[in-house]
């Protein structure tokens, strides 16, 4: 998905407002730009979340996501990356000292997208669907440490 691949899509893409907007915060990384645009595209037409704007990071050179996933919640950052990029601790440091929850978005080249929540500490997951406890951890207090 680098700034090649972009240029073989429909011109539709290119010529989307919301695009030109991303374009313009003028990061200067195309395959970054494009990866948050299939995100923007995928939140506010599949996911119905509200409010999304594309936001500069300066430190980090990315274009950011940020919004509500229904009216009334918090705001959440989404870090649009193209999956054969690399991310370091500090760049997600640097995303979550916003103070805003933050969803990691792997953008694959086949637009293939998988989001991971990231906290400050350690989250404890939900229960897979169709597995029951045991019983034995019933009486254990589950924390959550920041």
Known sequence: MDEDNTAGHSSWIKQHPVYEDL??????????VY?????????????????????????LQVVLLEGREK????????????????????????ILDRGHPMLLCAVASDSTLVYQQLCDGLLTPEPPVGIQDQGRR???????QT
């Open 138 to 144: 019933q009486h254990r207090k589950r924390r959550l």
């Open 23 to 32: 374009m313009n915060l003028d990061v200067g990384d195309g395959a970054q």
């Open 71 to 94: 009216e009334g919640e918090l705001v959440q950052v989404v870090y649009p990356l193209p999956a054969h990029r690399t991310v370091s601790h500090k760049d997600l440091r640097c």
């Open 35 to 59: 990866a948050a645009f299939l995100v923007y595209l995928n939140l506010t037409e599949v996911r119905g979340w509200e409010d999304v704007v594309g936001v500069a990071c300066p430190e």
